[in-house]
T-cell receptor, first 110, second 114 residues
C-alpha cells in the first residue's frame, strides 16, 4: 500500500537555527514528490515537485532533495514567518491522486 | 488569493442533513480535485473531474457525490451527514488532466456537523 510518513510531527526552532524535515515514502511507481506549505485555516500552498533521485530544488530559505526512499526539506536560517505545517505528498499510479503525509508543524521563535 | 474560490467558508449543520460545497477553479484550469482534511486522517483524496467528466475516485463515501458543470465550477454534495464528516473540505485545480506541476488549493470549507 502506498504510504507517506513525515517526521518529526512537530519542530520548534530558534530564528536562524537550520534544520531538516523528513518525508519517507513507499509507492508503486513514483509520479512526483510534492512539498506544500499550509498556514492555519488556509489551503496548502505548492512549493516544489521532485521527480528523480538526486534532484534538488530551492526557493528562498527552503531546499528540497529526493532519494529513492525519502525526501528532505532543508530550512536554512529560518525566520518566524516560516512557521507553518509542511506537507509532503506523492503521486502514484495514475496521474491524478496525491497521497499526503500527516505533515510537520514547524514553529520558529525569535 | 490562490485563484481557487470555495464557498461557503464555514458551514454548521445537523446530523442527517445534506449540504453542497461549491468550488470555482483558477481561470484556465480544467481539472478540479476534492480533498477532505480531518485531524486524524490528514488530507484524503476524494474525487477528480476534468472538463466535466469524472477522472479519478478516491475514498469517497457513497453518501458523497460531486459534479463539474459546463462553466467548470464544481459542487460536492454531502448527504445523510454524520458527526464524523466534520472536516475541512478543499478544492484544488490544475490546467491539465494531471497534477504533474502541483495543483492550486482553495481556502477550504470548514464543515461542522452537530
Amino acid at each position: 500500500e502506498d504510504q507517506v510518513t513525515q517526521s518529526p510531527e512537530a519542530l520548534r526552532l530558534q530564528e536562524g537555527e537550520s534544520s531538516s524535515l523528513n518525508c519517507s515514502y513507499t509507492v508503486s511507481g513514483l509520479r512526483g514528490l510534492f512539498w506544500y506549505r499550509q498556514d492555519p485555516g488556509k489551503g496548502p500552498e505548492f512549493l516544489f515537485t521532485l521527480y528523480s533521485a538526486g534532484e534538488e530544488k530551492e526557493k528562498e530559505r527552503l531546499k528540497a532533495t529526493l532519494t529513492k526512499k525519502e525526501s528532505f526539506l532543508h530550512i536554512t536560517a529560518p525566520k518566524p514567518e516560516d512557521s507553518a505545517t509542511y506537507l509532503c505528498a506523492v503521486g502514484s499510479g495514475g496521474y491524478n491522486k496525491l497521497i499526503f503525509g500527516a505533515g510537520t508543524r514547524l514553529a520558529v521563535h525569535p | 488569493d490562490s485563484g481557487v474560490t470555495q464557498t461557503p467558508k464555514h458551514l454548521i449543520t445537523a446530523t442527517g442533513q445534506r449540504v453542497t460545497l461549491r468550488c470555482s477553479p483558477r481561470s484556465g484550469d480544467l481539472s478540479v480535485y476534492w480533498y477532505q482534511q480531518s485531524l486524524d486522517q490528514g488530507l484524503q483524496f476524494l474525487i477528480q473531474y476534468y472538463n466535466g467528466e469524472e477522472r479519478a475516485k478516491g475514498n469517497i463515501l457513497e453518501r458523497f457525490s460531486a459534479q463539474q458543470f459546463p462553466d467548470l465550477h464544481s459542487e460536492l454534495n454531502l448527504s445523510s451527514l454524520e458527526l464524523g464528516d466534520s472536516a475541512l473540505y478543499f478544492c484544488a485545480s490544475s490546467v491539465g488532466r494531471d497534477r504533474s506541476y502541483g495543483y492550486t488549493f482553495g481556502s477550504g470549507t470548514r464543515l461542522t456537523v452537530v
